[in-house]
C-alpha cells in the first residue's frame, strides 16, 4: 500500500467529512497522475484535479475542519461540490458555513435532486422518426453546444471522449444536418439519470422537448427509476417535472467557488 494510500486510510478513520467518496487505491493512483495537486494536514488529505477551464476542482477528506490551514492552493480557483442528504443539513451547514467564514468560499449554486420511479409510458403513434442516436461526428458538434449553453462551473462539462460513453443513451434532432436539439442521459444499473436537455432557442415551439422526453422515458424498459437535478429556483423547470410525477429525493448540492 502505498504511502498515501495509508494516510488516507488513517484519515478515513476518523473522518468528519468529506466529497470523495472513492476507495483510498483509487484516489492514490489519482494523486499521483499530473494535473492533480495534494496536501497532507494532520487532520485531512487535500487534493485539487485541474479542468479543462481557468479552475480547479476540490476534493477534501477532514476529521477536525477547525484545525484546517485553509492556505491551500492559494494561487488556484477552486470549485468544491458538497452533496447532503436533507436529513443531516444540522451536520453539514457549519461545515458548508466555514468552508465560507474561514477558506474563502462563496456559494456558487445549490441543485436539489428530483426523481420518479420509472412507469409504463403510452407512446402508441408517436412518431419518433425524426430523433437519431449521435454518430461519431455528431459529438464534437454535441460537445461545442453543451459548452455554449451550460456553465462549466456547474454541470461538470464532459470531453468528447465521455460524451461517447453516453451514445446510447442520447437522442439528437437534426434540422438540415444540424443538431437542433437533444437530450444526453446516464444509465447507472436500473437508474437513468438526465445530464443534458436543450432545445435551441429558434427550435423552441416545435414540441421537440416534450418529443425527446417521451422517447428517453420510454426507450428501456429495464429502468426503474429517474432522477435529474435542478437549481433551486428554477421554478419552471421544477413545475415541468412535477407535472411529471418527479418529487424531491432529499439530496442537495452546494456548489462552492473561491477565486484565487
Given at each position: 500500500m502505498h504511502r498515501k494510500e495509508k494516510y488516507l486510510e488513517k484519515i478515513k478513520r476518523g473522518i468528519n467529512c468529506t466529497n470523495s467518496y472513492e476507495s483510498g487505491k483509487v484516489v492514490s493512483s489519482k494523486i499521483e497522475k499530473n494535473g492533480v495537486l495534494f496536501e497532507e494536514q494532520s487532520n485531512a488529505l487535500l487534493f485539487?484535479?485541474?479542468?479543462?477551464?481557468?479552475?480547479?476542482?476540490?476534493?477534501?477528506?477532514?476529521?477536525?475542519?477547525?484545525?484546517?490551514?485553509?492556505?491551500?492552493?492559494?494561487?488556484?480557483?477552486?470549485?468544491?461540490?458538497?452533496?447532503?442528504?436533507?436529513?443531516?443539513?444540522?451536520?453539514?451547514?457549519?461545515?458548508?458555513?466555514?468552508?465560507?467564514?474561514?477558506g474563502g468560499f462563496k456559494v456558487h449554486d445549490v441543485y436539489d435532486r428530483y426523481f420518479k420511479e420509472q412507469t409504463i409510458v403510452d407512446v402508441a403513434g408517436i412518431d419518433f422518426s425524426s430523433l437519431e442516436k449521435p454518430?461519431?461526428?455528431d459529438f464534437d458538434s454535441i460537445q461545442q453546444l453543451i459548452e455554449l449553453n451550460f456553465?462549466?462551473?456547474?454541470?461538470?462539462?464532459?470531453?468528447?471522449?465521455?460524451?461517447k460513453e453516453f451514445r446510447e443513451t442520447t437522442f439528437i434532432i437534426k434540422n438540415d444536418l444540424e443538431i437542433v436539439a437533444f437530450f444526453i442521459t446516464e444509465k447507472k444499473g436500473v437508474t437513468l439519470e438526465f445530464r443534458y436537455w436543450l432545445v435551441l432557442e429558434e427550435f423552441r415551439g416545435r414540441r421537440y422537448g416534450d418529443l425527446l422526453m417521451k422517447r428517453v422515458l420510454s426507450f428501456d424498459p429495464e429502468i426503474k427509476r429517474v432522477t435529474s437535478w435542478i437549481r433551486q429556483g428554477n421554478d419552471n423547470v421544477i413545475h415541468a417535472h412535477k407535472q411529471m410525477g418527479f418529487k424531491e429525493d432529499g439530496l442537495t448540492n452546494y456548489i462552492l467557488h473561491r477565486k484565487k
Open positions: 485539487i484535479e485541474k479542468t479543462r477551464y481557468k479552475f480547479w476542482r476540490f476534493y477534501f477528506y477532514i476529521q477536525d475542519i477547525t484545525k484546517i490551514d485553509w492556505a491551500i492552493f492559494k494561487e488556484k480557483t477552486l470549485i468544491a461540490e458538497i452533496v447532503i442528504r436533507n436529513s443531516k443539513k444540522e451536520k453539514w451547514l457549519p461545515i458548508i458555513q466555514a468552508f465560507q467564514k474561514m454518430n461519431n461526428e456553465s462549466p462551473h456547474t454541470d461538470k462539462i464532459p470531453s468528447v471522449l465521455e460524451l
